[in-house]
């Protein structure tokens, strides 16, 4: 169980907390590592058992506008159920009539699977833009008549017809980033023509002329009426629109839904606070929680201010304060409260002091490397030892700022074989093993007494392991990572699901596991898949591992080179925040001098990280203190050494395409040494003899190809085809271990050897 605060222990000019026997009923339970299938509270009074005063506060605040202001890891969450289902169980609220929104389909999910194991599984809980569409789709007829227009499946390619008719090029990022000013544009109610003003008058970095980005923006509404069709932001626009213009509708809307619960409140747009503010009409049954500090969104036009305001808004809101942390160790806590106290503006102004209910732990450990390769397969070898120690790979996460950082990562955690998993890749339930696996469990409750695999298995689990062999289940995992080790961890996750549900209900068949899964399904509520979660900062959010690493960590990285203005560079400190506290007892942050192997050491450690790295030089604040190490990566310079103690490394220019001469940033790019869209000078008949050479390397070691090379590392060979071993060497992908490994059958390929012959002659 977690240590509890002391008793004189203050936060945020809060009295002193009582003595601890007078608040604990029956322990003040953590927030996180909850029984997958705990036992449903009998009564109200035992749904806020376990609750610490703060939580049991928002709890009973069941009335009127409330407002709670929640740390990272302080079991925010946890309080808002416990307060809808207290409500419900208590016969204040109507389970119907509560509507509980939030901003992403897994916490949503979440919700909903915590309301359900507390006995209040008829609340709604959605995010906005499911809220709206629901609402929109059952309105429509009777207020505009006929059917809803379809939705556009891929705005990206719609923005990129609207860009070609208006005679305007755009590259690949200038795509993704016009696409990003429309949604912007539309989410702050900004209508094309008044892009340009509103834009500027914003601050924004503009990834094209602002008149152009008009005028597409233009076009790109006038190709989808004349397509008939809707996107994400126009079900808001349409749904505002209808609840202003039809007041018999938004009364119908809201004779439904008369208390409304907002989490995440802090990134809500201004489109956003509109529908939330035409669903309440002028009724104060309002429960926000959000924390200023956790603000990331802004770019897509999220803004605290709506949080901060609230007290002005409503003055006899309730306001409780979150910050006993149970999810992180004093270490990692304190290095999280020492970001912000360097942090500036409103936001900072407003920011919690988290106290750590937890026993110490390590310390977070800074570690400097050569180049990007040398910290990829350091922060690999440390998950491998962590794992080897008995830390869960699903326990486990690497998050980056960007997405274009993953690939090295991905391939130095397949070198060390250890699995992974990429976050934002499909759900859990809609992967083709798990709805084989489920249909097959659906089969055998039906029809078991004719399968033989059940013969001789009577429990539970024995059951589920049995019906799953036929699906590539075993006992013991594949070696290696990738698609065959992907299917068999969401077997694992499975079998593991069943064996915690038939612990809580000793009774259960094959027919309540596959309700249990259904409902689960349709909550997206997922079980745990045992791997490397590899993430950015962004997508982190809202989820903890017991290990994290923060990797990448150099300036124009974090922050990242464009933001230019102070708030922008207030949010990427934040962002930096967000990922620290996702740590619950294993954090390390780390930095390369360089982009690649022999290349210029120029680069610098984050200034996030001034006064809180030992040895540097603080810009205001406090410092991290404590006992935190900074080590030296194994790049070729050494292992433990000090920072102080790196040798001169020889100066070498950025890296360059070698047909054009543009500098590169994409890691595939940087990978062949030239752009994507510059022509590429391979030798396709070595390409494929290294193709085929991989495919029997992968059978005879019992791996997915990709373990042995990349395609994109394969390219670059037969691209620069090299001739000698320090040719291949300074090939992206390749690396020390793989030389010594692989060198000579690639050389060998190179220089135009049969392998085959050769092995027949030795």
Not at 587 to 603: D, E, N, V, Y
Request: with cysteine; proline share 5%.
């Amino acid at each position: 169980m977690p240590a509890l605060v002391r008793p004189e222990a203050r936060a945020c000019g809060q009295a002193p907390h009582p003595p601890l026997a007078t608040w604990q009923h029956g322990g003040v339970t953590a927030a996180t590592h909850s029984s997958l299938f705990p036992q449903v509270p009998d009564s109200a009074d035992a749904v806020l058992e376990g609750l610490d005063p703060e939580q049991r506060q928002v709890a009973t605040a069941l009335h009127g506008p409330v407002c709670v202001l929640a740390g990272a890891g302080t079991g925010k969450t946890r309080a808002i159920t416990h307060r809808i289902a207290y409500g419900v169980r208590a016969g204040v609220l109507q389970p119907a009539s509560v509507l509980a929104v939030t901003f992403t389909n897994r916490a949503a999910g979440e919700m909903r699977g915590r309301l359900r194991q507390l006995g209040a599984g008829g609340v709604q809980a959605r995010t906005f833009h499911s809220a709206a569409l629901r609402q929109l789709q059952y309105f429509w007829p009777k207020a505009v008549g006929g059917d809803l227009p379809r939705l556009v499946e891929r705005k990206i390619q719609l923005v990129a017809e609207a860009a070609a008719r208006c005679r305007v090029r755009l590259d690949r990022n200038e795509l993704r980033d016009v696409t990003g000013e429309i949604e912007w544009a539309k989410v702050t109610q900004t209508v094309p023509g008044d892009y340009p003003a509103v834009a500027a008058k914003a601050g924004r970095d503009a990834p094209r002329d602002a008149a152009e980005i008009s005028q597409i923006y233009a076009m790109y509404e006038q190709l989808k009426r004349d397509r008939g069709m809707i996107d994400f932001e126009d079900v808001l626009l349409l749904t505002v629109g209808i609840l202003q213009d039809r007041h018999d509708i938004a009364d119908h809307v809201r004779s439904q839904y008369q208390h409304f619960v907002v989490d995440e409140y802090q990134d809500v747009s201004p489109l956003q606070q509109r529908l939330l503010e035409l669903w309440l009409g002028d009724r104060p049954n309002l429960c926000v929680v959000g924390d200023a500090s956790q603000t990331i969104y802004s770019f897509t036009g999220a803004t605290p201010d709506y949080l901060l305001d609230f007290r002005t808004k409503y003055a006899d809101a309730t306001v409780v304060k979150l910050v006993r942390d149970y999810r992180s160790t004093p270490q990692v806590v304190h290095l999280a409260n020492g970001l912000l106290a360097q942090a500036h503006g409103r936001a900072a102004e407003h920011r919690l002091e988290l106290v750590s209910q937890r026993e110490p732990g390590p310390d977070p450990v800074y570690t400097e490397y050569a180049d990007e390769p040398a910290e990829a397969e350091g922060t690999a070898r440390r998950i491998r030892d962590l794992v080897a120690a008995g830390v869960p790979a699903g326990e486990i996460a690497v998050l980056y700022r960007i997405n274009a950082q993953s690939e090295v990562y991905e391939q130095a955690l397949a070198d060390a074989g250890v699995p992974y998993q990429l976050r934002g890749a499909e759900r859990f339930f809609e992967r083709q093993e798990v709805r084989k696996a489920i249909n097959g469990l659906r089969s055998a409750a039906r029809f078991g007494d004719n399968d033989p695999l059940l013969d001789d298995v009577v429990d539970l689990p024995s059951q589920t392991r049995a019906v799953l062999s036929g699906n590539g289940w075993t006992t013991q995992p594949p070696a290696g990572s990738g698609a065959v080790r992907d299917q068999w961890e969401s077997l694992a996750a499975l079998v593991r699901l069943a064996e915690d549900f038939a612990q809580t209900r000793p009774a259960a068949t094959l027919s309540d596991l596959v309700a249990e899964l259904d409902e689960r399904a349709a909550a997206q509520h997922a079980p745990t898949v045992q791997g490397v979660t590899l993430a950015s900062l962004h997508s982190a959010k809202g989820l903890e591992w017991d290990a994290v690493f923060l990797v990448g960590l150099t300036e124009g990285m974090m922050p990242i080179t464009y933001a230019k203005t102070d708030e922008q560079v207030e949010e990427e400190r934040r962002l930096l925040y967000v990922g620290v506290t996702r740590a619950r007892l294993h954090l390390g942050l780390s930095w390369a001098l360089s982009r690649s192997p022999g290349g210029r050491a120029s680069r610098r450690p984050s200034r996030f990280l001034n006064g809180l790295r030992p040895g540097s030089a603080a810009s205001g604040g406090r410092g991290a203190g404590g006992g935190a190490s900074v080590v030296r990566g194994s790049g070729g310079t050494g292992t433990g050494t000090a920072i102080g103690g790196a040798p001169k490394r020889r100066r070498r220019s950025s890296a360059l395409c070698r047909v054009c001469g543009k500098t590169l940033t994409d890691a595939g790019e940087v990978k062949l040494m030239r752009c994507e869209d510059c022509p590429s000078d391979m030798d396709e008949a070595l390409y494929e003899r290294l193709h085929a050479w991989r495919a029997g390397q992968a059978r005879e070691l019992g791996q997915p190809a990709y373990c042995v090379f990349t395609d994109k590392t394969l390219m670059a060979i037969a691209e620069a085809a090299p001739g000698e071993p320090g040719e291949l060497a300074v090939i992206s992908g390749v690396g020390a271990r793989k030389l010594e490994r692989f060198g000579a059958d690639v050389l060998a390929l190179c220089a135009g050897h049969d392998l085959g012959e050769a092995d027949e002659e030795d």
